[in-house]
């Protein structure tokens, strides 16, 4: 089992930044992804960025350019930096990942952290 906890969340002014951190524990070998997810009550969960075991990533069009995700294998850490923050970045942000064993894949997700870009 893998335990993740996000942290960084909070309010920031329009064009801010705002740097999110996962940290996982537990059973933390045969990880193939980690991600970022965002949620606005009433909307569905939908993905922010990821990164794959062979460092590749993936973002959402509306946050390229802005967003970057990365990786830090010595403290099993994953992080979102968030530039040039937008109103509708607003968002609960969960941390994701995903693992590979002889017996399938498996997802587990953080708790959440609360994003509000607000002046």
């Known amino acids: 089992q893998v335990q993740l906890v996000e942290s960084g969340g909070g309010l920031v002014q329009p064009g801010g930044s705002l740097r999110l951190s996962c940290a996982a524990s537990g059973s933390i070998y045969r990880i193939y992804t980690w991600g970022w997810h965002r949620q606005v009550p009433g909307n569905q969960r939908e993905l922010v960025a990821k990164i794959t075991s062979d460092i590749r990533t993936t973002y959402a069009d509306s946050v390229k350019g802005r967003f970057t995700i990365s990786r830090d294998n010595s403290n099993n850490t994953v992080y979102l930096q968030m530039n040039s923050l937008k109103p509708e970045d607003t968002a609960v942000y969960y941390c994701?990942?995903?693992?590979?064993?002889?017996?399938?894949?498996?997802?587990?997700w953080g708790q959440g952290t609360q994003v509000t870009v607000s002046s």
């Open positions: 994701n990942v995903g693992r590979a064993t002889a017996w399938g894949k498996h997802e587990y």
